[in-house]
């Protein structure tokens, strides 16, 4: 049995799925499961709610985990998590995590590695780049409604991923052997800048999309008016000024190597999802 945290999510739903069309015994753990997705073995699952943790995990192998954007305390929530994994016998976990993220002690993703590194429980960290599907989500309204990209990352090259070929590492993460104890840095195939990105996406969608870089006060408060925790902002204002600084920009080969093909390019994934913005 496999244990989905984020089941809905950007990573986590495409995990799922291909965990399920390859025939995988999956739990999928939602906060608020609806009847149908009950029926399909779901579980309610709150991470910052412990008693949910026992039931989540009974029978439970392996695990895919996640921490949700908003939840910034993490030796309150993820860390008692990881210990009931290992009360219940969870032998791996595969971790979503930041690229870069061993050398940024500051950041949430970090903290739960060095947790891992020392549960006994065999990891496989997921070093991420930015997703591309931030276009579409942290972005999107933005683009759509705004036709701007607004983010304080300056000039500063970002090596964007697709987010299904981050799932699919999981998911052989999750099935093979081989990748106990590792840490992959999932990275796409070029580094880009915001400017391009915008440039990108202007040819795609047939209209100027502008990338506007704000003050780190000014991206603060227009995350705040969008509803996201002063945490969350924090959080994200930081990653942000390490695209700014080139922290961002490595292109490994990780992607390629584990998947044996290259990585989505950022053009084809625009083409491939250009209705998201004209909707
Ligand atoms: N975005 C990037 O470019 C990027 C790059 C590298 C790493 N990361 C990391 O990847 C992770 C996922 O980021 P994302 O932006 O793509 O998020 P996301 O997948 O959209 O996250 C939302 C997911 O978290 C679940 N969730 C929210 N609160 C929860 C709670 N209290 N308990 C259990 N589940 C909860 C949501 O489930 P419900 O349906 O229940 O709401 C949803 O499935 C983050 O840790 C992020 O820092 C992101």
Not at 86 to 91: D, L, R
Not at 203 to 227: A, D, K
Not at 233 to 253: C, H, K, P, S
Request: hydrophobic content about 45%; charged content about 15%.
């Amino acid at each position: 049995m496999i244990f989905v945290t984020g089941a809905t999510g950007t990573i986590g739903a495409e995990v799922l799925y291909l965990l399920k069309t390859s025939d995988q015994v999956v739990r999928a753990g939602i906060r608020q499961p609806t009847v149908a997705q009950l029926a399909e073995n779901a579980i309610a699952f709150d991470i910052t709610q412990p008693a949910s943790f026992g039931p989540a995990l009974a029978g439970v192998e392996r695990m895919f985990l996640m921490r949700p954007p908003a939840v910034t305390n993490v030796a309150e929530t993820l860390f008692p998590l990881i210990d009931a994994a290992k009360a219940s016998g969870v032998h791996q976990i595969v971790f979503l995590s930041l690229l870069g993220a061993e050398k940024l002690s500051f950041v949430p993703h970090r903290k739960v590695e060095i947790y891992l590194q020392h549960s006994g429980i065999d990891y496989t960290f997921l070093r991420a780049s930015f997703f591309m599907q931030n276009l579409q989500t942290a972005h999107g309204a933005e683009i759509r409604q705004r036709r701007e990209i607004l983010v304080p990352a300056g000039n500063g090259k970002t090596s964007f991923v697709d987010g299904n070929d981050i799932a699919a590492v999981a998911v052989r993460a999750l099935t093979e052997d081989g990748h106990r104890n590792q840490a992959y840095d999932l990275t796409g195939s070029e580094a880009l800048d915001y400017p391009t990105v915008a440039a990108l996406l202007s040819l795609e969608l047939g209209y100027p999309i502008v990338y506007r870089h704000p003050s780190l006060r000014s991206f603060l408060s227009y995350q705040r008016s969008r509803g996201v925790t002063a945490g969350q902002a924090l959080v994200m204002a930081a990653i942000y000024t390490t695209a700014r600084f080139g922290m961002a920009a490595r292109v490994t080969n990780d992607v390629a190597r584990l998947l044996g093909r290259p990585p989505q390019s950022l053009q084809g994934y625009l083409a491939q999802h250009r209705q998201a913005w004209l909707d």
